[in-house]
């Protein structure tokens, strides 16, 4: 009768094991494939967002291109007015004879030139404006981006964690079925 009991009681315990415990394993087994899934997911964004941000990068260089192409005219107009300046000055070296003739003729040129300046520096300032209020846009998206990914690398980390206790149970329930297979 001993051994009757005791065939009984290996049965009991592994009829509780599959009732109780083999539905919990397949539970944990199903919330980790959903976490991988979901993993995978954060992963891909973060993919996106890094694409999001070479893209930016080079948006940014291309608006410092643009710049340094405007800053390189901006010098040219300058080297030109200077050249013109010095004609203007040997001309007047040259003929004080006709000072008079040549300087309603210079006032003229000069005020020209004075205009143009002045369209130039408008214009300048206008590109000025407009190029700080992309930089500045261009900034705020990165900052937001920046933001983005600190959540995105938070939440890894809290995936991550949670993969570590999944796996620690897991680990601990496979010691628990051989243990309980030994039995």
């Known amino acids: 009768m001993c051994i009757g009991v005791r065939s009984m009681d290996k049965e009991g315990v592994v009829t509780a094991i599959k009732h109780f415990i083999l539905p919990e394993l397949k539970e944990i087994k199903d919330n980790q494939a959903k976490m991988s899934i979901r993993l995978d997911a954060v992963e891909k964004r973060l993919s996106d967002i890094?694409?999001?941000l070479?893209?930016?990068?080079?948006?940014?260089?291309?608006?410092?291109?643009?710049?340094?192409?405007?800053?390189?005219?901006?010098?040219?107009t300058n080297n030109r007015?200077?050249?013109?300046?010095?004609?203007?000055?040997g001309r007047i070296d040259e003929t004080n004879n006709r000072i008079d003739e040549v300087r309603t003729e210079l006032t003229g040129r000069i005020d020209e030139t004075n205009k143009r300046i002045d369209e130039i520096n408008n214009r300048i300032d206008e590109v000025r404006t407009e190029l700080t209020g992309r930089i500045d846009a261009t900034n705020n998206r990165i900052d937001?981006?920046?933001?983005?990914?600190g959540k995105i690398a938070q939440e890894m980390e809290r995936i991550r964690r949670e993969e570590s206790v999944t796996s620690d149970i897991l680990t601990r329930l496979r010691t628990l079925e051989q243990k309980t297979a030994n039995l």
């Open 54 to 76: 070479v893209d930016q990068s080079r948006r940014i260089d291309e608006t410092n291109k643009r710049i340094d192409e405007t800053n390189k005219r901006i010098d040219e």
């Open 50 to 52: 890094n694409g999001h």
């Open 144 to 149: 937001q981006l920046t933001f983005q990914v």
């Open 81 to 89: 007015i200077d050249e013109v300046r010095t004609e203007l000055t």
